[in-house]
């Protein structure tokens, strides 16, 4: 009697588990890139509810400016479920440019020519005496206690930013020993990547990722030269659009490999994608409100343990990590959804502060995502 019942039920789970697949499409729907175009697909299509997304959605807008969702773009399994009407409008990502910087550390790293643990002093000599200890990985994740002669030339009391980024100053602290989110630093960061390499950051991103990845043209500004090469800006610059910024995000989200060909290596990405910052202070600047100590990789923030014991966004998935900059430019990775979420735009940053407003966000998102078969 019981063999009977299975063998009465096993048709019936397979129609059902049919159904359900169908359903969502979840099953015929594998991880794709995109050439010139992405592919789209209705959200449901890659299990999420649409009416949920909107609830999300609505929720962003609601905290952000004027430029609202207007180049918001979404990718899941590589097919887009949602964009604004203006996704393919550039402009500066500004500090969202820092995860671009890093990216080209590890092209290097991956071609022998640096890694993250080569000292700066071995590629600008005249860091030898205030800076020997001073390694890539310093800057790379904020704790490289680097300033330099000047104040800001942005009219604020600040010493970041100084009309002279490459004018060496005695250091913020030791490296390693703190935590300081300063530009400057980037910008030393990009010059010495581009001293060792011979080569602009553009260049170096375009040739070892951007032209295998269909990026396009872009550009990436800067204010000064070294020996007739460009130095693109460290930290800031990258004028693209938010098709061109999910890209690079779906790059990161397959781990440096794109459509069967590995461009950066895995163990680059694992690095770049976890806390890298073990400082045990915030260093004493007038931008100690910033604190990356156990959420910030090599320039990626990262949905890690704070030194309060709580995560950086406890109710967004645990793998989550992202690229972030001025005016709510954002990129974030999902790998627990296969997702790329990017917001871009021009209207400064959510008043209650980004990771309380993208935390939120994401508890929503959850609540329209279903697991991928």
């Excluded at 999420?48 to 959605?57: C, E, M, S, Y």
Aim: aromatic content about 14%.
């Amino acid at each position: 009697m019981k063999k009977h019942c299975v063998q009465k039920m096993a048709p019936l789970l397979v129609s059902v588990i049919w159904v359900m697949a169908c359903t969502t499409g979840t099953d015929t729907l594998p991880m794709v890139f995109p050439d010139k175009e992405w592919q789209q697909r209705k959200p449901e299509e890659l299990g999420i509810d649409p009416v949920k997304l909107q609830d999300a959605l609505a929720y962003l807008a609601s905290e952000s400016g004027e430029d609202g969702l207007e180049e918001v773009f979404i990718v899941r399994n590589g097919y887009v479920i949602y964009q604004g009407d203006s996704v393919h409008k550039k402009h500066n990502i500004y500090s969202s440019s820092k995860s671009f910087t890093s990216t080209v550390l590890g092209l290097l790293s991956d071609q022998g020519i640096v890694s993250e643990e080569t000292y700066a002093k071995e590629i600008d000599t005249a860091l030898t005496e205030w800076y020997p200890d001073l390694k890539l990985k310093h800057f790379s994740s904020m704790t490289s206690g680097y300033s330099a002669q000047g104040d800001s030339r942005w009219n604020e009391p600040s010493k970041d930013w100084s009309w002279t980024p490459f004018a060496i100053d005695w250091p913020s602290f030791s490296p390693g020993n703190q935590y300081a989110y300063w530009d400057e630093a980037q910008m030393m960061f990009g010059r010495l990547l581009t001293v060792k390499s011979g080569k602009t950051l553009k260049s170096i991103f375009m040739d070892g990722i951007g032209n295998h990845i269909g990026f396009g043209d872009f550009e990436w500004w800067g204010d000064s030269q070294f020996e007739g090469i460009f130095l693109n800006n460290g930290c800031t610059g990258v004028t693209i659009n938010a098709e061109q910024l999910a890209r690079f995000g779906h790059f990161y989200l397959n781990r440096g490999q794109w459509n069967g060909r590995q461009l950066l290596s895995e163990e680059w990405i694992e690095k770049a994608t976890k806390n890298q910052v073990f400082a045990k202070e915030v260093a004493d600047t007038d931008r100690n409100t910033v604190d990356g100590r156990g959420c910030y990789g090599y320039n990626w923030w990262v949905n890690g343990k704070m030194p309060n014991g709580t995560f950086h966004m406890p109710d967004a998935p645990q793998s989550l990590f992202y690229a972030s900059g001025l005016h709510n430019n954002m990129c974030f990775v999902i790998p627990e959804w296969n997702m790329v979420f990017v917001r871009k735009g021009e209207d400064g940053n959510p008043k209650k502060g980004k990771p309380y407003v993208y935390n939120e966000f994401f508890k929503r998102m959850a609540l329209a995502v279903s697991e991928l078969h």
